[in-house]
């Protein structure tokens, strides 16, 4: 079945730098990759998702990569702010999404 | 707007008690999902149900069951709770297996 792989497990950056989280996944009919983010106490909720016949997609100041040769997709969040610390989960599907461990980023004003 | 509605925030049982965590979601999705969510482990899949009366298991089944009678209504059932079922329960839907998910609050199960 799939395995996704996601680092860092944290991240520290200072606020209006950039922030990058790497997923790697196993199965290569894998074919849509969705970013969560989790606030502390709420649920995890959808900010950003990518197919596999798409190389990149952004949304203002969050972008998606995915390299389908290599199997790894990232998330790249520009001028981080204090609304963006959370944790991030990743996530790979075939069949049911399976998802890395989560990156707990804080973002320090 | 999709909702998921979990029926308890927290619940505290007693070990060997017979537990049932509700979710029902209120935009005909057809796919639903039971995932459990520990520090340092993610998300981890427990049952799925792509169907009224259809379950699939998932990554870590054993000592859970389900029950989808209702297409909107997914039930977790934990037949004889354990401390190590202690946990954070997410359920989530679908409009189709290749949609993003819609998750609900989360129950906080303490078994004791």
Sequence with gaps: GENVEQHPSTL??????????????????????????????KRPQLIIDIRSNVGEKKDQRIAVTLNKT????????????????AVYFCAARNTPLVFGKGT?????? | DVKVTQSSRYLVKRTGEKVFLECVQDMDHENMFWYRQDPGLGLRLIYFSYDVKMKEKGDIPEGYSVSREKKERFSLILESASTNQTSMYLCASSLAMSNGYTFGSGTRLTVV
């Design chain 1, 104 to 109: 707990r980023l804080s973002v320090i004003a």
């Design chain 1, 70 to 85: 290599a199997k790894h997709f990232s998330l790249h969040i520009t001028e981080t702010q204090p609304e963006d610390s």
């Design chain 1, 12 to 41: 520290s950056v200072q606020e209006g730098d950039s922030a990058v989280i790497k997923c790697t996944y196993s199965d290569s009919a894998s074919n849509y990759f969705p970013w969560y983010k989790q606030e502390l106490g």
